[in-house]
């Protein structure tokens, strides 16, 4: 199929495209045939359209104010046109139980979408490009022998995609909402999300006025109304029994006092589940991808629109700096996918808010609007309070946050321990014990020293090992002979005497069939090149076939041997004078792969259901928590997925810690993966905390929230929305061991909740950078 499309009518060193061919006709395949023509009136572009001219699904479209100024640098004309439609508002109304709650600052745009395609077909028709509607194109695949370029803008339903499916190789999510498009004939006054109880479970309203009211006040104006709630719940209110008439009256009926009783009105409205779009490559041959059919973003932070007209931008301009099609194809992809991508996870994080509303319900109100603004987390504590300061703060007075503290610097009480802040250096291996024997020497008091110093709430150690065998490397850390409880306790004697406030807690672990490996740097998960010791597991599975040891799988016998060390550990660390114990139940460690089925594949008590899995895990904890004084917290670190088909699940995850908290866990440390070698993790900034969210406002328990966590206004976001109550970073302090310090500095707070040490108190202020921060003299006469 490749060859038969890789050769077009220019041949394959053309110049530039002569002759385009767009599948398509929303505002993304208008506004690249516009771009395209524009920019060199010698070609030949004629675009497909199914419909009529003035069909059209939906009725409001968002643009941000970056997106128009593309726009008007690249087709001033068009800029224009849109100017004089746009609807402008800066204020979100956000409606929950009753009560109304308005943040400001926020500036939208938007214009009713009939509109906006009338715009682009008029500049289109002005340009020349053949506009071929109520006809259906022909296959991209034969364009392509006939046509230099061939754009496939035909919609989240592809064909084209779905032709090539082979080549482009896409993935296609559907998710857990339905929702229906809708329009209520007057002008909302702001963004409007509203929620309202159906009797089966929540449903919520995203509206926004597309036109203006008519100054003689003979037309209301028009806004976008969206209705959506969770597939269990539409079908429990009937609603996968409505027509589209009978679908438009329920959702009036429900958001009756938003509407002001007014009626809503439909345009071939369905109800349907959002699907996301990604293909793992954009192009094939002379055939490229556009807007939807090359990826979605939930329409919860307004990016279809958007996203697609600026894939026009980009590939209209890659076309003129690539004289090679195959070139300009390329640098487009590799220019647009990064930008796709960051829209996605924030959408993916607004969509996943939104499934899981009923869980953020109880909030109190302005916690549960702020956590809807920055549920994305593209708005953040700090930008949200540049925009709307005072809601900001009526957030942080609710929360009982004191005036003039970030809430990252407020205390949190775990058990007997009181936390100054809501800072932890999250636990790293530094595969550094002295000889080889598991002893903390001079490396992990200046290590743990110093990041005790820095500030921080609680400073975790790396995962100390319950034995000998049960190290991951030769140079690991460990709590099973009396040197190692001395060594320890040089430590943690120094962090309370030279870092008092400051916390300091013991990871345990065992790490299973993940042990017997080189240090990090030498090879991460690597087999010794000799000198390996024997591997244990749940089940007699390697961590990698071929490259790993197959482990032994632990008779009950051994099972309860393994049991007394963590108990000799658990007293040991006591001993050490650790204020909090944490369990290693995560990243397929000897705990956590008891807890996953793709670890555990045990018959026996052990291995089976989730209950039987967590057998072992529980009476681990169970035993160390008898002998861990009472007075002293245990949290316990967990994979809330593994990344892999087959393997834990979100809904795993919140059970697994309901049985921990159930037995006495004071917190979750809710990580994810490294349970198996064939993991997929979706990567992004806080990528980890949607689980931690979920369980922490599912289940009501403390949790502390890891990975990708680098700034402090994602802690004081995350702690201020209730997603989180500590944040775990690691990395940020590998680079700087006072973060929490100069975090501070930079929010200009210096209260309790981050006290310099005294020798460091000199150094509390931001140093001046050099000569640009010198006073300037005058220079001008006025």
């Known amino acids: 199929m490749a060859g038969e499309i890789a050769v077009s009518a220019a041949g394959e060193g053309a110049a530039a495209p002569l002759k385009v061919a767009v599948l398509g006709g929303g505002p993304g395949g208008l506004y690249a045939a516009a771009l395209l023509k524009r920019l060199d009136p010698a070609r030949e572009v004629t675009l497909w359209e199914r419909n009529a001219p003035d069909d059209t699904f939906g009725f409001g479209v968002v643009l941000s104010d970056e997106t128009l100024g593309g726009i008007e640098d690249a087709d001033p004309v068009v800029h224009r046109a849109l100017q004089e439609e746009f609807v402008r508002w800066d204020d979100i109304d956000i409606v929950h139980r009753g009560r109304t709650l308005t943040s400001t600052g926020h500036g939208f745009a938007a214009l009713g979408r009939r509109r906006l395609l009338a715009v682009l077909h008029a500049r289109c028709r002005s340009l020349g490009v053949r506009l071929l509607f109520r006809t259906e194109a022909p296959p991209a695949a034969e364009l392509a022998r006939s046509h230099d370029l061939v754009i496939a803008a035909d919609g989240v339903h592809s064909t084209t995609r779905t032709a090539h499916a082979d080549v482009f190789r896409p993935q296609l999510t559907t998710h857990r909402c339905r929702y229906i498009w809708l329009s209520a004939d007057f002008a909302l006054d702001a963004f409007r999300f509203e929620t309202a109880e159906t009797g089966h479970g929540i449903a919520q309203l995203h509206g926004y006025p597309y036109a203006r009211p008519a100054p003689d006040g003979t037309d209301a104006g028009a806004s976008t109304v969206i209705v959506e709630m969770r597939e269990e719940v539409w079908r429990a209110a009937g609603l996968d029994r409505c027509d589209e008439r009978a679908s438009a009256a329920w959702c009036a009926r429900l958001f009756a006092d938003a509407l002001d009783n007014r009626p ?358 169970d035993a160390v928590r008898a002998v861990w004084p009472a007075g002293r917290p245990m949290t316990v670190r967990i994979s809330a997925t593994d990344w892999a088909e087959g393997g834990t699940t979100a809904e795993d995850a919140v059970a697994i810690a309901r049985a921990f908290a159930g037995h006495g866990a004071d917190a979750i440390d809710v990580s994810t993966g490294q349970v198996v070698a064939e993991e997929r993790p979706d990567y992004g900034r806080s990528y980890q905390t949607p689980f931690a969210d979920r369980i922490r406002n599912t289940l009501g328990v403390p949790v502390i929230t890891v990975g990708a966590i680098s700034s402090w206004d994602d802690v004081n976001s995350l702690v201020l929305a209730g997603r989180a109550d500590l944040c775990a970073l690691a990395r940020p302090h590998l680079y700087d061991p006072h973060w929490t310090l100069h975090a501070a500095a930079e929010q200009g707070y210096s209260g309790p909740g981050a006290p310099w040490p005294p020798p460091y108190r000199a150094g509390s202020r931001t140093p001046p950078t050099g000569r640009t921060d010198a006073p300037k003299p005058r220079l001008t006469l006025r």
Not at 338 to 350: F, G
Not at 358 to 378: G, V
Not at 388 to 406: I, L, M, N, Q
Not at 587 to 592: E, Q, T, V
């Open 264 to 621: 809503l009105r439909s345009n071939k409205s369905a109800w349907t589940a959002f699907r996301t779009v990604v293909n793992e490559r954009w192009s094939h041959g002379r055939i490229v991808l556009l807007g939807d059919a090359a990826h979605t973003a939930h329409f919860s932070i307004g990016s279809g629109t958007k996203l697609a007209v600026e894939d026009a931008l980009a590939l209209a301009a890659c076309l003129q700096e690539h004289p090679a099609i195959p070139e300009a194809l390329a640098a487009y992809e590799a220019e647009r996918r990064p930008v796709v991508a960051s829209t996605q996870r924030a959408a993916r994080a607004s969509l996943a808010w939104f499934e899981d509303l009923a869980t953020y319900a109880a909030q109190p109100p302005h916690q549960f609007a702020f956590n809807l603004l920055t549920r994305s987390r593209r708005v953040t504590h700090d930008n949200l309070r540049l925009r709307d300061e005072e809601f900001v703060a009526s957030v942080a007075k609710e929360a009982g946050v004191p005036a003039g503290t970030p809430p990252m610097f407020t205390p949190l009480r775990l058990g007997g321990l009181t936390l100054r802040n809501r800072v932890v250096v999250s636990p790293m291996d530094m595969y550094s014990a002295v000889d080889d024997d598991g002893t903390p020497g001079d490396f992990h008091l200046v290590h743990l020293g110093a990041r005790a110093l820095g500030g921080a709430g609680l400073v975790m150690t790396e995962m100390v090992c319950v034995s000998r065998e049960g190290r991951i490397t030769p140079g690991c850390t460990g709590l099973y002979a009396p040197e190692h409880e001395t060594a320890w306790r040089r430590v943690t004697d120094f962090v309370h005497t030279s870092a008092p406030g400051t916390a300091i807690g013991v990871q345990l672990g065992h790490s299973g069939r993940k042990g017997s490996t080189r240090l990090m740097w030498d090879g991460i998960d690597q087999p010794l090149p000799d000198g390996n010791w024997p591997v244990v597991a749940p089940s007699a599975l390697p961590y990698r076939a071929g490259v790993n040891q197959v482990p032994h799988a632990l008779t009950d016998a051994e099972l309860t041997a393994v049991r007394e060390q963590f108990v000799r550990s658990a007293q040991s660390a006591a001993r050490a004078g650790f204020d909090l114990l944490e369990l290693h139940c995560a990243h397929g460690y000897l705990l956590s792969g008891f807890l996953s089925p793709l670890t555990n594949q045990r018959t026996d008590a052990y291995g089976g259901s989730l209950t039987a899995r967590l057998r072992f895990p529980l009476e681990v904890f």
